[in-house]
């Protein structure tokens, strides 16, 4: 039996395996079709997990059979970003230096899900070590954007947001960091959620930058998107920045009304270098919350221009740090021509880091470096204060914070890769809530026209993508809400959704 | 220029990176390029801020810790299973003591 799962979501595959229409076996068959048509094109994963996700699938309709509780997530197909393990899977971290490295255990979240029911089919493409915002930093080439192939899907999980758009899973997990699920997201036109830092345990997600990576899911509605949430968030004692704070069912509250609620616009993030067709779109998208009830007061975040300074002293300090863990001793690869500890150290990591990574751990080496640190890591850390604390300060105001996700939609693959510091302000405005911690979620807004539409918009329309993108380029608008609102995060995005009927698909 | 071909030589033998003489001088230009771009925090007086380590919210002040029980750890075979090279049970590398 074959047939289409490419636009389906939680829902249906909870409905086909409760009327016994679909088999968890033939949904998670006819998803690795779709993958194994899809990633030629798009390239987005680097693990495809084709027998262990069977036999889970038919450990699923076992238990089906047998009459066990459901998990929310029976038989729901996910895909995991290759910076997050899966016990008994080759994890790469998008590196050379972990060509090879099989995972020993399986990370928290991920194991939550699995109890939930769901069934990885997949690790995702990314940028090294999550080092990136186009997914061109990868050791096993660039990820393609599924609305236009010539165009990046944004980064660093790229893989994950261009394999939920190409219908290749139905949810699937990126890692932020300053705005790797949010950002892709946006470009791809799906759902992207940062959860609060704490919500969900970070114990077995290769860690880049800890006091800011998040791990967040992804896929084709809110809904969906709410529910992997759900499953895998709360205290675990494997990592003791997770949160002790009870975990709501978001699911079965995204109906609250936006009616009265008041959301902030920062003057800020609509200056210079967001680009007029992005602005339009987020300035439609404000008419449809202003339509839907809500009310938008201008506010102001006066630290906004420091943050992409800050985060990438922060950011890189701490991947410094991180990183030197891998010099060929106890895993990874190991440089073949060396004498001494030193040189195997040091030639292990020449050849195993790529340019990115390299340029990342010597600046983190360099600001936190004798006679530096003050000077650069120690500045940088009070800047974040002041960023956390115009957060706060707005919050005492309004409800949430709405911005545009990105200044631009996607971009050429190659346009900004010559420019390091050109790349990093893709990030401008979704760094802000990783400094300070809160949650935040891309929800597409529509789309712009693809000045070459005409010739690549070929592609998108043959992976089955909804007409919309094949004729233009997904924008995302992000949403701020205060610490450990998610719930109310994810019912404003739930009507705002239903309102625009964006998303890609749908 | 603020970073010198120098500065970049002396932060790869700190970071543990081999670099080529095409890199250094690459480095050089971005780093400096970066650095030059984040001095714009000076524009902001911090005198009596306090510096964010981490993200906090309201928790006991015990919340972080366990309980002090033994508890099973990686098994030694798994541990071993990605080594580049194992014998004996440890992780081989170079000597590093000369006799």
């Given at each position: ?6 636009r389906?979501t ?34 987005s ?34 895909i ?65 954007n599924p609305c ?5 899907p944004g980064?660093?999980s790229g893989?994950s947001a261009a394999a939920v758009a190409a219908g290749m899973s139905i949810v699937a997990?990126g ?6 699920v949010r950002q892709p997201a946006s470009f791809c036109g799906v759902v992207g959620l ?22 967040g899911p992804m896929g084709r509605s809110v809904?969906d998107v ?179 996700t ?35 979620i891309s929800v597409p807004c ?19 993508a909804a007409?919309?993108a094949?004729?233009?380029?997904p924008v995302g ?16 995005a739930?009507?705002?959704e239903?309102?625009?009927?964006f998303t890609v698909g749908q | ?99």
């Open positions: 039996m074959s047939f289409d799962v490419s389906w939680i829902a249906d595959v909870r409905q086909a395996l409760s009327t016994r229409s679909a088999s968890a076996r033939e949904i998670c068959a006819a998803t690795l079709t779709r993958i194994r048509d899809e990633n030629e094109k798009n390239n994963l680097i693990t495809v997990m084709k027998d262990r996700a069977m036999e889970q699938a038919g450990t699923i309709d076992r238990q089906i059979a047998a009459g066990d509780p459901a998990g929310p997530l029976m038989g729901v197909p996910l995991v970003k290759d910076v997050i393990q899966v016990q008994g899977v080759r994890n790469t971290c998008a590196s050379r230096i972990l060509g090879n490295f099989i995972s020993p255990y399986t990370a928290t979240a991920v194991e939550r899900l699995e109890q939930a029911g769901a069934v990885v089919v997949g690790k995702a493409n990314c940028d090294e070590f999550a080092m990136g915002s186009s997914n061109e930093n990868s050791a096993f080439g660039a990820v393609r236009d192939l010539e165009r990046v980064g660093s893989g997990l890692s932020d960091t300053g705005g790797s940062m959860p609060t830092y704490g919500r969900v345990s970070r114990f077995g997600l290769v860690a880049f930058a800890s006091s800011l990576d998040h791990i809904r709410a529910a992997v949430l759900g499953a895998m968030s709360g205290r675990d004692l494997h990592d003791s920045t997770s949160a002790g704070v009870p975990v709501p069912d978001y699911e079965t509250q995204l109906d609250a009304p936006a009616q009265g609620l008041r959301v902030g616009i920062p003057k800020e993030y609509f200056a210079e270098g967001l680009t007029s067709e992005v602005r339009s779109r987020i300035e439609a998208g404000l008419g449809l919350l202003r339509e839907m009830g809500c009310e938008t007061v201008e506010i102001s975040m006066p630290h906004t221009e420091y943050a992409v300074a800050c985060y990438y002293i922060i950011a890189t300090a701490e991947a410094s740090a991180n990183l030197a863990r891998y010099d060929g001793v106890r895993y990874g690869s190991r440089s073949a021509h060396s004498e001494t500890l030193a040189e195997l150290y040091r030639n292990t990591r020449r050849e195993g880091f790529g340019d990115e990574v390299k340029r990342r751990i010597m600046l983190g080496t360099y600001v936190l470096s004798a006679g530096y640190y003050d000077a650069y890591y120690r500045k940088a850390q009070k800047v974040r204060s002041l960023i956390a604390s115009d957060f706060s300060s707005a919050f005492e105001k309004v409800d949430f914070i709405v911005t545009p990105s200044p631009t939609p996607a971009f050429r693959i190659g346009e900004k890769t010559d420019n390091p510091l050109h790349m990093y302000l893709s990030d401008i405005y979704t760094i802000t809530g990783s400094l300070a911690g809160i949650p935040g529509g789309t712009v026209p693809n000045p070459a539409g005409a010739a690549n918009g070929a592609s998108a329309a043959a992976s089955g007409s919309g094949a004729s233009g380029l608008m992000q949403i701020f809400a205060p610490h450990f609102e998610e719930t109310r995060l994810l019912a404003l739930h009507q705002f239903k309102a625009g009927g | 220029m603020k970073i010198t071909e120098k500065d970049v030589r002396y932060i790869a033998a700190l970071a543990n990176l081999e670099l080529d003489p095409d890199e250094v001088r690459r480095y050089a230009a971005d780093l400096d390029s970066i650095l030059d771009y984040v001095v714009k925090l000076n524009q902001l007086d911090t005198s009596d801020v306090e510096p964010m380590a981490q993200v906090l919210y309201d928790a006991p002040a015990d919340f972080a810790l366990r309980d002090d029980a033994a508890r099973p750890g990686l098994p030694e075979e798994l541990a071993l299973r990605n080594a580049p090279e194992s014998a004996a049970r440890y992780f081989k590398v170079a000597k590093v003591i000369e006799r």
